[in-house]
Each structure stands twice: as C-alpha cells, then as structure tokens.
C-alpha cells in the first residue's frame, strides 16, 4: 500500500506536467496519494507491522516503468490507463477487501481513502471518455500491455493478503468488475470491455 501510495504521488505529478490545464487539480490529487503513504505507514506502525518496502517496489517496478516509457513518449493516454485505471481500481479493491478486516485504528482512515481513490479514478475516465473514440484504440493497447502486470502483482501478493484476512479472489473479483465498470463509464461497450479484460488474463497466464 505503501508503495503503491507512492509511486501514485509521483505519477500525479508527472501528469500535472503533462497536461497544464489541469494542473492545480492533478497537484492536489497527488498531495491526496503523498498523504495516503503517510497515513499507511502510521497504520503498519499501530499494528507493529514492517511492510516489506522492497519486494513492493520490485513488485511494482515494471508498472512504474511503463508509466515512465508512456510519459516520455507523450502518451498521455497510456498513463491515465495505467495509473487513473489500472492503480486506482487496485486500489479501491485492495483497500475495499481490506476495510472490513481492518483494525478500529486503520478502518476509518481506509473508509475515507476509498472515497479518495473514487475520486482519481473519475478523474481518469471523465478525461479519457472525453476524448473518446480517439483514444479507444490506444486504452486497449496499453490495457492489453499493463493488465497483465496487475494481475502479476495480485498473484504474487497472494500469500501476504491472505495474511492479513483478505482473499485474493475476492480481491481479483474485485479489482476485474471495477475495470470493466470503469472502461464502461469511458464509453466502451460491455463486450468490448469484457474481451480486453479476458485477453489479458489469458496474458497473464500465458507461459512466457
Ligand atoms: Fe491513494
Ligand atoms: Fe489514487
């Protein structure tokens, strides 16, 4: 959670950069992601927990650095999928799968991250929907290439979520519905939604 906090403030702040317009608000959604980190860190303390900070990062890595490949190449819309889609319903999943195992300490303050991250996410498909179909073609291409990586990420998180009280296929099951609903919200048709979704999973288990 840490991390992934992280690695959110930060690709918030290259998106202010990237797109002037919209920067006081970007600027604030990236304070928003800066304060989650801050406050998971309080909870991991409360609880006596050291969150192993390296395997998360190696973890994510690959993720962030897609990030960094779209933002240089000037693919704004691979970076709004990766971290207004992709991040964002990870995290309203994890931390929904995580809230009603949570301890009185961390509950209230998972609650209102929620409602946070609900925000980032209408933000991403309010400015991709806009821009539809221009975009579609491009969403499904990093989709196709980003997916596959979250979906990695739950996987190999599997034993610590269930180490904390939260099952990993409820989480997946999750953290699937909210991207199909998302790419919906865009203006994606159900099917078209769907089969991004599937060919990724079919990626993800794919023998490399
Ligand atoms: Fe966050
Ligand atoms: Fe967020």
Redo the contacts with the bound molecule.
């Keep these: 959670m840490v991390v992934g906090?992280g690695l959110?403030d930060r690709h918030f702040r290259l998106l202010a950069r990237s797109i002037p317009e919209d920067r006081d608000e970007l600027e604030r959604?990236a304070s928003?992601?800066g304060r989650?980190a801050m406050q998971f860190v309080g909870c991991g303390r409360h609880l006596g927990i050291k969150p192993d900070l390296a395997l998360a990062r190696r973890l994510f890595a690959p993720l962030h650095q897609l990030f960094l490949d779209c933002d240089r190449a000037g693919d704004l819309t691979g970076c709004l999928v990766i971290q207004g889609l992709i991040?964002?319903c990870f995290?309203v999943a994890a931390y929904r799968c995580y809230l009603p195992v949570a301890d009185s300490y961390a509950r209230p303050i998972t609650a209102a991250v929620i409602d946070?991250?609900a925000e980032?996410?209408n933000y991403a498909e309010r400015w991709l929907g806009q821009r539809l179909p221009g975009v579609a073609e491009g969403v499904r291409r990093i989709s196709t290439q980003a997916l596959p990586i979250a979906l990695g990420i739950l996987q190999s998180l599997s034993d610590d979520l269930q180490a904390v009280g939260i099952d990993p296929i409820e989480l997946l099951g999750c953290f699937t519905l909210l991207f199909q609903q998302a790419l919906e919200a865009i203006g994606f048709e159900a099917a078209v939604a769907r089969r991004i979704l599937i060919g990724a999973a079919a990626a993800s288990v794919a023998p490399a």
Excluded: C, G, P, Y
Aim: glycine letters at 0%; zero cysteines.
């Design positions: 906090e959110a959604l928003m992601e989650h991040v964002e995290a946070d991250e980032h996410l």
